[in-house]
T-cell receptor
Framework: RKEVEQDPGPFNVPEGATVAFNCTYS??????FFWYRQDCRKEPKLLMS???SGNEDGRFTAQLNRASQYISLLIRDSKLSDSATYLC???????????FGTGTRLKVLA | GAGVSQTPSNKVTEKGKYVELRCDPI?????LYWYRQSLGQGPEFLIY????????DSGLPNDRFFAVRPEGSVSTLKIQRTERGDSAVYLC????????????FGQGTRLTVV
């Protein structure tokens, strides 16, 4: 099993739709998790941190399910500007090494 | 500067040549990371520094790759005898290094080996 797994997509959704991505991780000892956003040919930028059960910021909600070892990202009322790749990041156990998933590509269509 | 700075932004080199990629982290950040990203993939961990020392270099693909951070700030990633398969975007990131903190990325160096 990969350390961090994501569905690569693409997810094509109409403007205004709600879309959710999941990310599974193998290290049950991981304590902190991140969602990064990456635009084409740009560097990854932090979208949300997840330290406990979840986090919400405007239209974005991240949830953590420790029992099943996955985190999710929910985007409500999708905007064209939400089109990007969303990367799930999990620090490796006992280290500060951040492991990235392959990313999930989202395209919001007009 | 306020962010992580990487130079050069683009580098084209011939197969077999030596290259150096530079990363200037955010001031005060003790942790520095190098990642490599190929098209359609997530960033792949290469090496992590805490201060001057390489705390984890398990991601370096082979002994042609080496990185240093002699004064605990600027880091240089060195690639010897480059191969076409080394072509990728090399990303540097830094964080406050206390574990579980956000890592801030530079814009990357796009390396093309011809």
């Amino acid at each position: 099993r990969k350390e961090v797994e994501q569905d690569p997509g693409p997810f094509n959704v109409p403007e205004g739709a709600t879309v959710a991505f999941n990310c599974t991780y193998s290290n049950s000892a991981s304590q902190s998790f991140f969602w990064y956003r990456q635009d084409c040919r740009k560097e990854p930028k932090l979208l949300m941190s997840v330290y406990s059960s979840g986090n919400e910021d405007g239209r974005f909600t991240a949830q953590l399910n420790r029992a099943s070892q996955y985190i999710s990202l929910l985007i409500r009322d999708s905007k064209l500007s939400d089109s990007a790749t969303y990367l799930c990041v999990v620090p490796a156990s006992g280290t500060y090494k951040y492991i990235f998933g392959t990313g999930t590509r989202l395209k919001v269509l007009a | 500067g306020a962010g992580v700075s990487q130079t050069p932004s683009n580098k084209v080199t011939e197969k077999g040549k030596y290259v150096e990629l530079r990363c200037d982290p955010i001031s005060g950040h003790t942790a520095l990371y190098w990642y490599r990203q190929s098209l359609g993939q997530g960033p792949e961990f290469l090496i992590y520094f805490q201060g001057t020392g390489a705390a984890d270099d398990s991601g370096l693909p082979n002994d042609r790759f080496f990185a240093v951070r002699p004064e605990g700030s600027v880091s240089t990633l060195k690639i010897q005898r480059t191969e076409r398969g080394d072509s990728a975007v090399y990303l540097c990131a830094s964080s406050s290094g206390t574990g579980g903190n956000e890592a801030f990325f530079g814009q990357g160096t796009r390396l093309t080996v011809v």
